[in-house]
């Protein structure tokens, strides 16, 4: 058994998934453009489409999460809500801070019924991620 989490973009995927990589210590795998695609007459991309990302991903704490520019019409944000659980209050902050970088924060870092230190914050792509302390007690 897996979870894996797909968030796909209009078009600035790739973007998106280097600032991730980047925020969560990990790596960008599999890139895939729509112009890395082996033709078929019966699914002709576009020139304007061939940069575009099919595929990528990234392991984030264990889960893999992957990436994509969507051909159809999305709502940014509101369709996914990534959450990061950690017992390291450092890491937190940390990412909490990078996503935030002049974005709009939901929830500040604080603590909850739940956890010792909990936050929302959206992030330059219209992804909202909930972050939390994980101290190993139940609620």
Same mark, same amino acid.
């Given at each position: 058994?897996?979870?894996?989490?797909?968030?796909?973009?209009?078009?600035?995927?790739?973007?998106?998934?280097?600032?991730?990589?980047?925020?969560?210590?990990?790596?960008?795998?599999?890139?895939? +453009?729509? @112009?890395?695609?082996?033709? *078929?007459?019966?699914?002709?991309?576009?020139? /304007?489409? #061939?940069?575009?990302?099919?595929?990528?991903?990234?392991?984030?704490?264990?889960?893999?999460?992957?990436?994509?520019?969507?051909?159809?019409?999305?709502?940014?944000?509101?369709?996914?809500?990534? +959450?990061? @659980?950690?017992?390291?209050? *450092?890491?937190?902050?940390?990412?909490?801070? /990078?996503? #935030?970088?002049?974005?709009?924060?939901?929830?500040?870092?604080?603590?909850?019924?739940?956890?010792?230190?909990?936050?929302?914050?959206?992030?330059?792509?219209?992804?909202?991620?909930?972050?939390?302390?994980?101290?190993?007690?139940?609620?």
């Amino acid at each position: 058994m897996s979870f894996s989490l797909f968030v796909n973009f209009n078009g600035n995927c790739k973007e998106a998934v280097e600032f991730y990589a980047k925020v969560f210590k990990s790596e960008v795998q599999g890139l895939m +453009t729509y @112009g890395d695609m082996p033709n *078929d007459p019966n699914f002709p991309v576009r020139d /304007e489409d #061939k940069n575009l990302v099919l595929y990528s991903q990234i392991p984030i704490y264990g889960c893999m999460v992957m990436f994509s520019d969507s051909n159809n019409p999305i709502i940014v944000g509101n369709n996914i809500n990534p +959450t990061i @659980g950690t017992t390291d209050k *450092d890491e937190i902050k940390r990412i909490f801070e /990078e996503l #935030k970088d002049g974005r709009e924060v939901m929830m500040e870092l604080q603590k909850t019924f739940w956890s010792d230190l909990y936050g929302m914050v959206t992030d330059k792509y219209g992804i909202t991620w909930q972050l939390t302390h994980e101290n190993g007690e139940n609620i």
